[in-house]
T-cell receptor, first 113, second 112 residues
Framework: KAGVTQTPRYLIKTRGQQVTLSCSPI?????VSWYQQTPGQGLQFLFE???????NKGNFPGRFSGRQFSNSRSEMNVSTLELGDSALYLC????????????FGPGTRLTVL | SQQGEEDPQALSIQEGENATMNCSYK?????LQWYRQNSGRGLVHLIL?????REKHSGRLRVTLDTSKKSSSLLITASRAADTASYFC????????????FGGGTRLMVKP
């Protein structure tokens, strides 16, 4: 099976812009989670989607949002970008909400100038 | 905020030696997982240990869990240069929708 894929892999934006990142989970996986990784804060949970519904949300401002489609693909959006949003954004999928192991994609490296 | 803290933050060893990394966490957990990350790339799942387990093995990896001390250790035996990476522990918390809370990671360098 193909692994988790994320697009784009690299992105450069300027402050104030918005960005949309995409994640395709492993085939058959219905749960998608998003994480932000920065040198200062480490890996932090953003949100999780299952069956097109947000099940859990981390401690991030409302500028960070996401959604999941009927084919389990997920997108996350960050509006009004700030310099501090520069990070590696990782997507992880798992078979179901009752499954513990999460499989991560390669990430999208976002740089905000 | 991070649930777990890895110790040491950085570790440098020679090929063939064993590497031990420790992880401590703060609250009760459902499971604890170890991941590897190469140079800012995606995370690779290594092993999962549940709160009712004390030890698990996978190839050259050995993980222990002590829930009374809220700590876990990852042992990599007979290390190889290809093991050079950052290693993270992540806890799955009870009643938290299975979100993972990561520690700060241990940077392991294995010198050939």
């Amino acid at each position: 099976k193909a692994g988790v894929t994320q697009t784009p892999r690299y992105l450069i934006k300027t402050r104030g812009q918005q960005v949309t990142l995409s994640c395709s989970p492993i085939s058959g996986h219905r749960s998608v989670s998003w994480y932000q990784q920065t040198p200062g804060q480490g890996l932090q949970f953003l949100f999780e989607y299952f069956s097109e519904t947000q099940r859990n949300k981390g401690n991030f401002p409302g500028r960070f949002s996401g959604r999941q489609f009927s084919n389990s693909r997920s997108e996350m959006n960050v509006s009004t970008l700030e310099l501090g949003d520069s990070a590696l954004y990782l997507c992880a999928s798992r078979l179901a909400v009752s499954t513990d192991t999460q499989y991560f994609g390669p990430g999208t490296r976002l740089t905000v100038l | 905020s991070q649930q777990g803290e890895e110790d040491p933050q950085a570790l440098s060893i020679q090929e063939g030696e064993n590497a031990t990394m420790n992880c401590s966490y703060k609250t009760s957990i459902n499971n604890l997982q170890w991941y590897r990350q190469n140079s800012g790339r995606g995370l690779v799942h290594l092993i999962l240990i549940r709160s009712n387990e004390r030890e698990k093995h996978s190839g050259r990896l050995r993980v222990t869990l002590d829930t009374s001390k809220k700590s876990s250790s990852l042992l990599i035996t007979a290390s190889r240069a290809a093991d050079t990476a950052s290693y993270f522990c992540a806890t799955g918390l009870n009643n938290a929708g299975n979100m993972l809370t990561f520690g700060g990671g241990t940077r392991l360098m294995v010198k050939p």
